[in-house]
Nanobody, 131 residues
Framework: QVQLMESGGSSVQSGGSLRLSCVYS?????????LAWFRQIPGKEREGVAA?????????WYNDPVRGRARMTQDKPRNTVYLQINNLKPEDSATYVC??????????????????????WGEGTLVTVSS
């Protein structure tokens, strides 16, 4: 059974930074998975934030709203991926959700941040940025 658990969300001032964590378990491929972060605001469509292929290349991709401010990393022995966002803005306020899919990151995810190819999802962690 695949499980993803996010943590690290909190309330911060605009301009601050946060590092979110996603601990995953149950993925059968140790070194061949796509992990991604999305964010959800009530009443709005879920938005892709960042994605990483956990294989040797550790390729990462970032959506435009966070590009240049976000960095996604991994700690393989701990089965954990991190998302650090700097210079937080009020519009970054959302529930941040971790998702996983075995293998390479789906093409639709990378082209359009389409979340339908991701098989497994966490519950999310709330980030609130005040101005």
């Amino acid at each position: 059974q695949v499980q993803l658990m996010e943590s690290g969300g909190s309330s911060v001032q605009s301009g601050g930074s946060l590092r979110l964590s996603c601990v995953y378990s149950g993925l059968t491929r140790y070194d061949d998975n796509c992990l991604a972060w999305f964010r959800q605001i009530p009443g709005k469509e879920r938005e892709g934030v960042a994605a990483m292929y956990t294989g040797p290349t550790e390729d990462t991709w970032y959506n435009d709203p966070v590009r240049g401010r976000a960095r996604m990393t991994q700690d393989k022995p701990r089965n954990t991926v991190y998302l650090q966002i700097n210079n937080l803005k009020p519009e970054d306020s959302a529930t941040y959700v971790c998702a996983a899919d075995p293998g390479q990151c789906p093409t639709n995810l990378l082209l359009r941040w389409d979340d339908r190819g991701m098989d497994f999802w966490g519950e999310g962690t709330l980030v609130t940025v005040s101005s």
